[in-house]
């Protein structure tokens, strides 16, 4: 079993930043896939952004198109954490964002393919 914590969230204006951070333990692995996602009020979880292994040290990412740009994904496998550097925030951006972790090679966009979640923590987007 994989455990997650995500950390990080809270109330910014928009244009503002945030960095939300996501603590892995347990059975971790260099070699999963790890993302977030999020899910705002009244609509279905959505992918944000993935880091998913190729081989050795090296990891493809993947963003929404939504977040592009201004969301960076980075992981820390020596401390097993995963960021994600949020710029420029919009208020359509306030959601519960989740970490997710799935075996290696899974399809990094689809929801059901991640066994291991955290909690979720806020964002909210407000002046």
């Known amino acids: 079993q994989v455990q997650l914590v995500e950390s990080g969230g809270g109330l910014v204006q928009p244009g503002g930043s945030l960095t939300l951070s996501c603590a892995a333990s347990g059975r971790t692995d260099n070699r999963y896939t790890m993302g977030w996602f999020r899910q705002a009020p009244g609509k279905e979880r959505e992918f944000v952004a993935t880091?998913?292994?190729?081989?050795?040290?090296?990891?493809?990412?993947d963003t929404a198109d939504s977040v592009k740009g201004r969301f960076t994904i980075s992981r820390n496998n020596a401390q097993n954490t995963l960021s994600l550097q949020m710029n420029n925030l919009k208020p359509e951006d306030t959601a519960v964002y989740y970490c997710?972790?799935?075996?290696?090679?899974?399809?990094?966009?689809?929801?059901?393919?991640?066994?291991?979640w955290g909690q979720g923590t806020q964002v909210t987007v407000s002046s």
């Open positions: 880091t998913t292994w190729i081989r050795g040290n090296n990891y493809a990412g």
């Open positions: 997710a972790g799935a075996l290696p090679g899974t399809a990094t966009r689809r929801i059901a393919s991640y066994a291991y």
